[in-house]
């Protein structure tokens, strides 16, 4: 059974920064795409980092120069490097993975940054 855990959220002050991991377990196969999503109160979940199975990177517009998404795959983890936190950056972040056409997604962890 696949299992995406997640971990590295909490509350942070404006500026500060946070690291988000996400292990995945279960999987015996080659994973493509690993992604960060969030959702903030109110709003639709949104894309905010994703690495390809080639490490090619994609950064939603509000977090360029900010965040920074690696990945390591003998351990199948992806993490969030969090940098300058804004309270707009505040919501529940997801991980997502796809792998061999099926998509996988964690239970979230929550980021809130305080003004």
């Known amino acids: 059974q696949v299992q995406l855990v997640e971990s590295g959220g909490g509350l942070v002050q404006a500026g500060g920064s946070l690291r988000l991991s996400c292990v995945v377990t279960g999987i015996s196969f080659r994973i493509d795409n690993m992604g960060w999503y969030r959702q903030a109160p109110g709003k639709q979940r949104e894309l905010v980092a994703r690495?390809?199975?080639?490490?090619?990177?994609y950064y939603a517009d509000s977090v360029k120069g900010r965040f920074t998404i690696s990945r390591d795959i003998p351990t199948n983890t992806v993490s969030l490097q969090m940098n300058s936190l804004k309270p707009e950056d505040t919501g529940v972040y997801y991980c997502?993975?796809?792998?061999?056409?099926?998509?996988?997604w964690g239970r979230g962890t929550q980021v809130t940054v305080s003004s």
């Open positions: 690495i390809s199975g080639t490490s090619t990177t």
């Open positions: 997502r993975v796809q792998a061999w056409g099926a998509d996988y």
